[in-house]
């Protein structure tokens, strides 16, 4: 776009801002050789031209194909909702789209309220309309599979989780719908649209939404470091939300656009609303432009921008506004670490980060620091379908404690460290110790500076994480994880030892020379069922709810749904056994009192599986 060659135009000087281009080479190779990144293309712009544009490393390892960053296209995953949000305020310029206005004035379908409160396309933006983001069958390795936007969404309308603004809520869902929205208001393909109004005025020649795989592509990659393994690609069926390919170059024409005083495509409106905080849950917390792009504080720098990865390919696409530096790079594999630590060390190289003066000291009232602590449980995870099941895993679950001294201890479950924050004013606390950590190559740091919001009735509602904005709701105890998961794990120990139990009676009936009646036989066979039933259910579980989901359910996943379900049901049936076996004198007293406990768990058995959607196939 902005480049013809692959050869990128060298800007005036020798240096990228204070930094020399070999400098920013040598730290991306380095970084690329210690996590066995096959291939990535970076482009760094300063103000209004490219200061580097590069290709390093291979597209295809198998045939030695080298990355072009003029040429070589990957899949840039979530770093294509700021084109989406862009496409939207497009036709929001041109007068056919409110973003304030409710969303079903544009759908040809119904999306229900929450609390009274309509979503709206600016509000999606933000990621604050309250959608759950769903898991299962969201991709597809077949790109004929991929519906038009209009007929796949009302089949997989998203649910709401809260009202709108209330708290963000990472939705790819949420996206989908305003993609939809933009084709609705203007009539137009929205994948037509994007490359008419937006990708093709700006030179963006090799940027597409299009399920089909272009020309040039990279071959992405599973697994880690010294294991990685070519994949095909995978595509997403919410596409406005992840589905763009783009080179580059193509990425650098965007970003000079942005961060350009003048524009026939982006207008100084358009500009202030991709780059300026459109919501912040409170005024001392990063928040998210209606661009869709995240704020974060570098050493007291502001910077907005969105990470990416799908499968088999990542990207990152980051801007200094306040000194016109911009990069974006994207590689042909998924390395969250490596991610990270590339984005923290060209932002180290590139800008001029000046620590912003400590927050005073505040003390806050003890009784105030009391309300906050408690468990709390991230917002993003689906609510509606079996996929809720991921919000019993570990890092959903945070904990929060109020310490003697005014300050809070933040612990997320699963990570072996604490973070200590102190107080800067009633509702914002900031970082006095404690460090990133990497679980199961999960970057998970809360971040420098956290925030709680309450509801209308004043209640602590949700805490505001600043690492890339994640909002947690505080939730009872005995909903957490640990608690859920200890209480499944309990009956079905509860059922391991009535197997024992069985064997205890029976030879204390033969003690007695008492005989085992037809119905008593019955009732240890009902008991042994409903065991091998619960057992069976939990192992197929934890075999088949991997991360294939997001391909559809695996047939082990359906089992275990099933098993559950069956579960659930014939283990309503033991309360009644254990009536008759107490009215018909079946069974030993000790073998009574065996089935009378088990039948006292079925009820917790059932309202577990129907609270987590694995009753009934919710999928």
Not at 237 to 252: K, L, S
Not at 484 to 500: D, N, R
Not at 530 to 557: D, R, S, W, Y
Request: proline letters at 6%; glycine letters at 10%.
């Amino acid at each position: 776009a902005q480049q013809s060659s692959a050869t990128p135009a060298e800007p005036a000087g020798d240096a990228v801002p204070g930094v020399s281009r070999t400098e920013v080479r040598r730290f991306v190779e380095e970084k690329m050789a210690e996590f066995d990144i096959p291939g990535l293309a970076l482009v760094v712009v300063k103000g209004p031209e490219i200061a580097l544009l590069e290709g390093f490393g291979l597209a295809d390892p198998a045939t030695d194909v080298p990355v072009d960053a003029t040429e070589t296209v990957f899949r840039i995953a979530s770093v294509s909702k700021p084109l989406t949000a862009l496409a939207v305020h497009l036709a929001a310029s041109d007068g056919v789209l409110d973003l304030d206005a409710d969303i079903n004035d544009y759908l040809e379908f119904t999306i229900g309220e929450f609390d009274g409160t309509a979503a709206t396309t600016a509000s999606i933006l933000t990621h604050t309309a309250g959608f759950e983001d769903r898991v299962i069958g969201l991709m597809t390795r077949d790109a004929t599979a991929i519906e038009p936007l209009g007929d796949w969404l009302p089949g997989n309308i998203p649910g709401r989780l809260a009202a709108t603004g209330a708290v963000h809520s990472y939705s790819n869902h949420g996206y989908a719908l305003a993609g939809h929205v933009v084709e609705q208001a203007t009539g137009v393909d929205f994948r037509d649209y994007t490359r008419t109004r937006l990708f093709e005025p700006l030179g963006m020649d090799s940027t597409t939404f299009d399920a089909i795989e272009p020309d040039g592509v990279a071959v992405g990659h599973l697994g880690s470091a010294g294991s990685r393994t070519s994949e095909d690609l995978a595509y997403l069926r919410t596409f406005p939300a992840g589905g763009a390919f783009a080179t580059a170059d193509d990425m650098g024409a965007l970003l000079i656009a942005l961060m350009s005083s003048e524009g026939d495509v982006i207008d100084s409106q358009m500009r202030s609303a991709m780059l300026e905080p459109s919501y912040r849950p409170h005024p001392e917390v990063p928040g998210l432009t209606a661009g869709g792009l995240v704020e974060r504080s570098v050493a007291g720098t502001r910077v907005v921008g969105h990470s990416g990865d799908i499968g088999t390919f990542a990207a990152e696409f980051w801007l200094v506004p306040d000194q016109g530096i911009g990069f974006f790079f994207a590689f042909n594999a998924v390395d969250l670490e490596f991610s990270d630590e590339v984005v923290t060390g060209l932002l180290d190289l590139l800008a001029d980060m000046e620590p912003g003066p400590a927050p005073p000291e505040y003390a806050i009232a003890p009784d105030i620091l009391d309300e906050y602590a408690g468990s709390y449980r991230w917002t993003r995870f689906g609510r509606s379908q079996a996929d809720k099941i991921m919000a019993l895993t570990p890092p959903y679950n945070l904990f929060v404690a109020a310490n003697e001294d005014g300050t809070l201890t933040l612990e997320i479950l699963g990570v072996d460290e604490k973070w200590i924050f102190r107080p800067i004013d009633d509702a914002a606390f900031v970082k006095v110790s404690g460090d990133l950590v990497m679980v199961d190559g999960l970057p998970i740091d809360p971040g420098e500076r956290i925030a709680f919001t309450r509801d209308d009735a004043g209640d602590v509602a949700y805490i505001h994480l600043s690492m890339h904005t994640i909002a947690a709701e505080k939730t009872p105890m005995y909903l957490m994880g640990i608690v859920q998961l200890a209480t499944l794990g309990s009956i079905v120990v509860l059922y391991l030892l009535a197997l024992i139990a069985w064997p205890i009676g029976g030879w204390v009936r033969r003690r007695n020379s008492a005989a085992l009646s037809d119905g008593g036989r019955w009732m240890r066979r009902l008991a042994l069922f409903e065991t091998g039933l619960l057992v069976a259910a939990l192992v197929t579980f934890f075999i088949g709810i991997g991360g294939t989901i997001q391909f559809g359910m695996p047939p082990m996943a359906v089992l275990a749904v099933a098993l559950f379900t069956l579960a659930a049901i014939v283990g309503l049936g033991l309360i009644p056994a254990s009536v008759l076996t107490w009215v018909r004198g079946w069974l030993t007293v000790g073998e009574r009192v065996v089935l009378s406990v088990l039948a006292l768990t079925a009820p917790v058995v059932l309202w577990w599986t129907i609270y987590w959607n694995v009753f009934g196939f919710q999928f």
